[in-house]
T-cell receptor, first 112, second 115 residues
Framework: GQNIDQPTEMTATEGAIVQINCTYQ??????LFWYQQHAGEAPTFLSY????GLEEKGRFSSFLSRSKGYSYLLLKELQMKDSASYLC?????????????FGTGTQLKVEL | DAMVIQNPRYQVTQFGKPVTLSCSQT?????MYWYQQKSSQAPKLLFH???????NEADTPDNFQSRRPNTSFCFLDIRSPGLGDAAMYLC??????????????FGPGTRLLVL
């Protein structure tokens, strides 16, 4: 099975950079995804990694190291609207679809 | 441009009274998923359809059923809701698994309250 760990809460300042870590114990997966979820809303896709290394998408970047069982999401130039929960999820093909197993999420608070 | 639509956004039902939540998509994706998300917890996959093939998670209670009459629509039926079934129910879609790399797109969710 998968055991996915993320810090419960983080606080950062507007304009700063924040790194949200995700560690996992899994027997194998094909992709690691990051989603953003504002309170009471659906998760929205941010980034994913299949291979080790850094994937950059504008202000958001995600990094994966399979050998270390570790990923992080990097948010640059933080804005107040980035206050949200950030969910790490591993993906395994199952029954023709993907099974996403989520971590419990990191609640990020951006302050002035 | 709504891509994954869920109705209603809020649903109140009585303990033991059957309830149906609906999801539709305009993406023409062949996979549709239902997740349950309780307060301050991660979304948890209940089941998914790959085209018409139903895939149930081993720990999904029998109280939860699903129907997919066509590509665009998928329903979640809760036969006898209990207080513990109060949660946000999220529908998601994707193309087929492509080795576990396909992104899932989520609808806005239906928040279910059981009285």
């Amino acid at each position: 099975g998968q055991n996915i760990d993320q810090p419960t809460e983080m606080t950062a300042t507007e304009g700063a950079i924040v790194q949200i870590n995700c560690t996992y114990q899994t027997s194998g997966f094909n992709g690691l995804f990051w989603y953003q979820q504002h309170a009471g809303e659906a998760p929205t896709f941010l980034s994913y990694n299949v291979l080790d290394g850094l994937e950059e998408k504008g202000r958001f970047s995600s990094f994966l190291s399979r050998s270390k069982g570790y990923s992080y999401l990097l948010l640059k130039e933080l804005q107040m609207k980035d206050s949200a929960s950030y969910l790490c999820a591993v993906s395994l093909p199952e029954g023709g679809g993907n099974k996403l197993t989520f971590g419990t999420g990191t609640q990020l608070k951006v302050e002035l | 441009d709504a891509m994954v639509i869920q109705n209603p956004r809020y649903q109140v039902t009585q303990f033991g009274k059957p309830v149906t939540l609906s999801c539709s998509q305009t993406l023409n994706h062949n996979v549709m998923y239902w997740y349950q998300q309780k307060s301050s917890q991660a979304p948890k996959l209940l089941f998914h359809y790959y085209d018409k093939d139903f895939n149930n998670e081993a720990d999904t209670p029998d109280n939860f059923q699903s129907r997919r009459p066509n590509t665009s629509f998928c329903f979640l039926d809760i036969r006898s809701p209990g207080l513990g079934d109060a949660a946000m129910y999220l529908c998601a879609t994707s193309r087929d698994h492509a080795g576990g790399r396909e992104t899932q797109y989520f609808g806005p969710g239906t928040r279910l309250l059981v009285l």
